[in-house]
């Protein structure tokens, strides 16, 4: 919880930021601050923490003895989708992203899939977004979900335990992370190592595991979904964070020799997905003009978009592929642009040379 003295020393010294959604005015914590997490955010007296970063493991039994103090553990699928909490101030629903924005897209989906009812325990749902987004794969399957993978009690200022935010979801009709189920630490380590495999096999990103009382939680993410996730970006990559392919060449590097599975299987795999994608880049930078992703969404009141426009063009460019009309909506198609890589590889593709 961040005081009033606090709250001025972090604005003062720009860790935090004011914001404004309509008439609400807020305050989010744009950096960690002392104790407070990056992300937190202050509204009407209420104060919302930030979702802290999960420590990642790279060996299935090391990681889970030295990270999990439990014997049995809980193992969900991890999301591949964006980080939202999900919160009930005056009655109304917002969602708050990842770095404690209201997001204006989000907040209008969620009010269409959260019930009020589940806010009268005062809890922060913590979940994942997929599907028809703006920052997620478009899919003709259904429009977005929202995935609950914890639950935080606002007056406890603790996460719910596996068991109970499943009961609670249940109750209330939202879905859960998918569960894998409960298993004991060693006594289920070759389920746990099945599991693992199988997971990488049927093209899921991970598995999130849980202490028993959820205070402990670390991921274990496959090399598919790294390999996957390497030839999704690297057309962009200059537009990528610092240390974007390093992480997922060591991790999948890490699990591959850990199951003995094929080095040359998972080496051409790795090849073709990095070569054939930035292959593929260059043709679009050549045949369009410039590098680029497309999403699709579908909103309620296009002032979303608009809002949606003027929060994201601060780190991108956005060009709009069309806005249709349907019964549910306004349909819009449109590309984010990415504009560093689309310089630097046309200067490249022009002749530019570099000294290493």
Same mark, same amino acid.
């Given at each position: &919880?961040?005081?009033?003295?606090?709250?001025?020393?972090? #604005?003062?010294?720009?860790?935090?930021?004011?914001?404004?959604?309509?008439?609400?005015?807020?305050?989010?914590?744009?950096?960690?601050?002392?104790?407070?997490?990056?992300?937190?955010?202050? @509204?009407?007296?209420?104060?919302?923490?930030?979702?802290?970063?999960?420590?990642?493991?790279?060996?299935?039994?090391?990681?889970?003895?030295? +990270?999990?103090?439990?014997?049995?553990?809980? %193992?969900?699928? $991890?999301?591949?989708?964006?980080?939202?909490?999900?919160?009930? @101030?005056?009655?109304?629903?917002?969602?708050?992203?990842?770095?404690? /924005?209201?997001?204006?897209?989000?907040?209008?989906? #969620?009010?269409?899939?959260?019930?009020?009812? /589940?806010?009268?325990?005062?809890?922060?749902?913590?979940?994942? &977004?997929?599907? +028809?987004?703006?920052?997620?794969?478009?899919?003709?399957?259904?429009?977005?979900?929202?995935?609950?993978?914890?639950?935080?009690?606002?007056?406890?200022?603790?996460? #719910?335990?596996?068991?109970?935010?499943?009961?609670?979801?249940?109750?209330?009709?939202?879905?859960? %992370?998918?569960?894998?189920? =409960?298993?004991?630490?060693?006594?289920?380590?070759?389920?746990?190592?099945?599991?693992?495999?199988?997971? +990488? $096999?049927?093209? !899921?990103?991970?598995?999130?595991? =849980?202490?028993?009382?959820?205070?402990?939680?670390?991921?274990?993410?496959?090399?598919? %979904?790294?390999?996957?996730?390497?030839?999704?970006?690297? $057309?962009?990559?200059?537009?990528?964070?610092?240390?974007?392919?390093?992480?997922?060449?060591?991790?999948?590097?890490?699990?591959?020799?850990?199951?003995?599975?094929? !080095?040359?299987?998972?080496?051409?795999?790795?090849?073709?997905?990095?070569?054939?994608?930035?292959?593929?880049?260059?043709? &679009?930078?050549?045949?369009?003009?410039?590098?680029?992703?497309?999403?699709? @969404?579908?909103? $309620?009141?296009?002032?979303?978009?608009?809002?949606?426009?003027?929060?994201?063009?601060?780190?991108?460019?956005?060009?709009?592929?069309?806005?249709?009309?349907? =019964?549910?909506?306004?349909?819009?198609?449109?590309?984010?642009?990415?504009?560093?890589?689309?310089?630097?590889?046309?200067?490249?593709?022009?002749?530019?040379?570099?000294?290493?």
């Amino acid at each position: &919880m961040a005081g009033a003295e606090e709250m001025r020393a972090a #604005l003062a010294k720009g860790a935090a930021e004011r914001g404004k959604f309509g008439a609400l005015e807020y305050v989010r914590f744009r950096s960690p601050y002392r104790e407070i997490e990056r992300g937190s955010v202050a @509204i009407k007296g209420g104060f919302y923490p930030g979702f802290p970063h999960i420590k990642r493991i790279f060996t299935l039994e090391n990681g889970l003895e030295k +990270n999990i103090s439990s014997e049995r553990v809980f %193992a969900e699928e $991890k999301i591949d989708g964006y980080n939202l909490r999900c919160v009930s @101030i005056g009655n109304e629903i917002y969602a708050l992203s990842r770095g404690g /924005i209201i997001d204006a897209f989000s907040t209008e989906k #969620l009010r269409g899939i959260v019930p009020r009812a /589940i806010f009268q325990g005062n809890v922060m749902l913590c979940g994942e &977004m997929i599907g +028809n987004t703006p920052y997620t794969r478009p899919t003709n399957e259904f429009d977005v979900k929202y995935y609950v993978f914890d639950i935080y009690d606002l007056e406890e200022g603790e996460y #719910l335990p596996p068991e109970e935010r499943y009961a609670l979801l249940k109750r209330h009709g939202l879905e859960p %992370a998918p569960s894998f189920g =409960k298993f004991h630490k060693k006594g289920d380590l070759k389920k746990l190592r099945a599991l693992a495999l199988n997971v +990488n $096999k049927s093209g !899921k990103e991970g598995i999130v595991f =849980k202490s028993e009382d959820r205070t402990e939680v670390v991921k274990y993410v496959n090399p598919n %979904a790294d390999i996957e996730d390497v030839g999704s970006t690297i $057309k962009a990559i200059f537009d990528m964070p610092t240390g974007q392919y390093n992480q997922r060449i060591l991790r999948s590097a890490i699990f591959i020799r850990e199951y003995g599975l094929g !080095k040359e299987e998972y080496g051409c795999k790795l090849g073709k997905s990095i070569y054939e994608n930035f292959a593929k880049g260059l043709d &679009m930078l050549e045949r369009e003009g410039s590098i680029y992703d497309e999403f699709e @969404i579908l909103v $309620k009141d296009t002032a979303v978009w608009d809002e949606l426009r003027r929060h994201m063009s601060h780190e991108i460019r956005l060009e709009t592929v069309f806005e249709r009309e349907e =019964k549910e909506g306004t349909r819009i198609k449109f590309r984010k642009i990415y504009v560093k890589s689309t310089r630097k590889l046309r200067e490249f593709l022009n002749g530019k040379g570099i000294t290493d």
